[in-house]
Every structure is written in structure tokens, then in C-alpha cells.
């Protein structure tokens, strides 16, 4: 199993970044993908969660509205578009998923990581 997240950059306020989370040893369509960051000096966050089969859909409250993940199972990726950026979404962000459970909430940890991209938010 395993996960790489990219796409991280810099990026001004207002901005949009798309993340990337490349995986492989395991069908994407059939597990759930979440996404995490981590900010200087904070405890890792769950941000996104997108479900098995169902495809349903969760993120924290402090990024719904501008947030949004997909998944290509052709491509066996998962995406994280970031719309309105803020400073505050800056940190590294991780892909990860577990492949005992599937997603009801936004994760608070899981069983297999990606390397992380770092997504910093600056004018």
C-alpha cells in the first residue's frame, strides 16, 4: 500500500491549489482516502474524508465551502481542491488511508500514510 501526496506550493490569500494523492497496492474505489495537515506548532488535523463505494463526501468545518475532494478510480487518485485559500490552511498536508474502516467523519488517524507537500498561504 502505498500514497504520495503533491501539488503543495506557494500561494497567495484568495488563491486555489489542487493536491494530488497518488496511490497504489490497493483498489482506490473500493477504500477510503482521507486527507491531514499538520501546521507549524499543531497537532494533525483531519481535513477530508471521502467514503468507500459510496463516495460520501466530509471535512472539517473550518474548510467546507471552499474545500473539495474527488477521486479518479482510472487513475486511482484522490484530489483535494483548495479554493479560497487562507494563511491558516497553511501547513503539510498528508493522504492516508485505512483499509479496516471506512469514512463516517473526518479522520482523526489512519493506517497507511503519504509522504506530505507543503501548501503555504502568503501574500
Known amino acids: 500500500v502505498q500514497l504520495q501526496a503533491s501539488g503543495g506550493g506557494l500561494v497567495q490569500p484568495g488563491g486555489s491549489l489542487t493536491l494530488s494523492c497518488a496511490t497504489s497496492?490497493?483498489?482506490?474505489?473500493?477504500?477510503?482516502i482521507g486527507w491531514f495537515r499538520q501546521a507549524p506548532g499543531k497537532e494533525r488535523e483531519g481535513v477530508s474524508c471521502?467514503?468507500?463505494?459510496?463516495?460520501?463526501?466530509y471535512y472539517v468545518n473550518s474548510v467546507k465551502g471552499r474545500f473539495t475532494i474527488s477521486r479518479d478510480n482510472v487513475k486511482n487518485t484522490v484530489y483535494l481542491q483548495m479554493n479560497s485559500l487562507k494563511p491558516e490552511d497553511t501547513a503539510a498536508y498528508y493522504c492516508?488511508?485505512?483499509?479496516?474502516?471506512?469514512?463516517?467523519?473526518?479522520?482523526?488517524?489512519?493506517?497507511?500514510w503519504g509522504q506530505g507537500t507543503l501548501v503555504t498561504v502568503s501574500s
Open positions: 492516508a488511508t485505512d483499509l479496516r474502516y471506512g469514512c463516517t467523519k473526518v479522520w482523526t488517524d489512519a493506517q497507511y
Open positions: 497496492g490497493f483498489p482506490v474505489n473500493n477504500y477510503a
Open positions: 471521502i467514503g468507500r463505494s459510496d463516495g460520501s463526501l
